[in-house]
């Protein structure tokens, strides 16, 4: 399998750091470097809120540049949100290439460390703006075993905010069609099946994936495509869970299913994923090819995963996350097939997500039950 995505970059000298200095404050600062903010063209540009006195509210600021939620949702050890695994994962898959922080001059030592700690992991150009004369002395503490330059010119700064040669934003792709409307997807079908495989105990290197017992699902086309992985970008914050609903999208697996995964089971050079079931309730265990839209969400779950616990984490959904997945699949206005009005069970604009689970066990229990012959012994 492929190395830590993470790992690979700290084989590499991180870039250094740059420290711009706006002694007066001026406004042209402030708007050079928030101009340069393009995230799809690998450029963050983050604006604390006044408000930030925490090294996690700061994570969560960062999220919020990313596009993000900032709250993750679930429940984690110690009650602490892993709000920085989050946002390194999503800057190292994405991946931003740039990250320039504004009113640096008000960050603790603990969260200008922080920021040097991502910038060493990530390999991000790192610009931090102090809108002051001089270092503040916590960041200039931070500072002392870190390789930075300092500028105080405004053109020295510019390439730091956009890259050499100077590249102004590209006009974001905006995704065809209104987000408010559903995007009715059959590949979610069996997200909730009630087919229960488990994972390997041992090392499993899973064939190529046979559709034997199912068809497989119907390659999305690239309007509908792109659609998705912009509301799934939007909808949440937890590499995990987004991971778990475009894998679902290109395997048709069923969370159980997808539950079986670990972070060696994503090959990013060779973009497969493993799915495990040793008891063959539907192919087996395989292995699917992941789509290059779907490629991103991977290597943000496979990073946050070993950023938690290495090897042994669940690289998508983990069992209790039922909920929240279906939550995120929700927000994201993702769903499969709905039963007709008259068929319903639930209220309407309720999503119904076990609809073709009801149909196979309607179909089952209309067959005629067989008659037995009694045995000739």
Same mark, same amino acid.
């Given at each position: ?33 928030? *101009? ?69 001059? #008000? ?38 075993? $870190? ?10 700064? #510019? ?38 495989? #488990? ?28 659609? $998705? ?5 939007? $909808? ?9 609903? *475009? ?16 972070? #060696? ?66 927000? *994201? ?45």
């Amino acid at each position: 399998m492929a190395d830590h995505p993470t790992a690979m970059l700290l084989t590499v000298p991180p870039s250094s750091v740059a420290v711009v200095l706006d002694p007066g404050d001026d406004a042209i600062h402030t708007h050079t470097a928030l *101009a340069a903010h393009h995230p799809l063209s690998g450029r963050v540009t983050l604006h604390p809120g006044p408000g930030t006195t925490s090294e996690t509210g700061l994570a969560h600021d960062l999220l919020a540049a990313l596009g993000k939620p900032p709250l993750l949702p679930g429940r984690f050890p110690g009650g602490r949100q892993p709000a920085w695994q989050a946002a390194t994962a999503w800057m190292t898959a994405l991946p931003v290439t740039r990250l320039t922080v504004l009113r640096a001059h #008000r960050l603790t030592a603990r969260r200008a460390m922080r920021l040097l700690q991502l910038q060493a992991l990530t390999g991000v150009h790192l610009t931090l703006v102090c809108h002051r004369p001089r270092l503040p002395a916590a960041l200039h503490q931070a500072l002392q075993t $870190a390789d930075y330059s300092l500028t105080a010119d405004l053109e020295a700064a #510019r390439p730091h905010y956009y890259g050499t040669p100077i590249t102004e934003p590209r006009p974001a792709d905006e995704p065809a069609g209104p987000a408010s409307r559903w995007l009715t997807l059959p590949a979610l079908d069996r997200l909730v099946s009630y087919d229960s495989p #488990r994972p390997c105990a041992d090392l499993c290197t899973p064939p190529p994936i046979v559709w034997r017992h199912r068809p497989p699902p119907v390659p999305l086309p690239p309007r509908i495509t792109q659609q $998705a992985a912009h509301r799934l970008h939007a $909808a949440t914050a937890h590499p995990r869970l987004a991971a778990a609903v *475009a894998s679902a999208l290109f395997t048709g697996a069923s969370l159980q299913q997808l539950v079986t995964a670990r972070p #060696r089971d994503y090959d990013d050079t060779a973009a497969t994923l493993a799915l495990h079931d040793r008891a063959r309730y539907t192919d087996g265990c395989a292995t699917y090819p992941v789509p290059p839209w779907a490629g991103v969400f991977l290597r943000a779950a496979a990073c946050f995963a070993r950023l938690l616990s290495g090897e042994d984490q669940e690289l998508l959904a983990a069992p209790g996350d039922r909920g929240h997945l279906l939550r995120v699949a929700e927000t *994201a206005r993702l769903r499969p097939p709905q039963p007709p009005a008259a068929r319903r069970k639930g209220p309407v604009g309720r999503v119904e997500w076990d609809w073709r689970e009801r149909q196979e066990a309607e179909r089952y229990e209309a067959m005629p039950a067989r008659r037995v012959r009694p045995s000739r012994r």
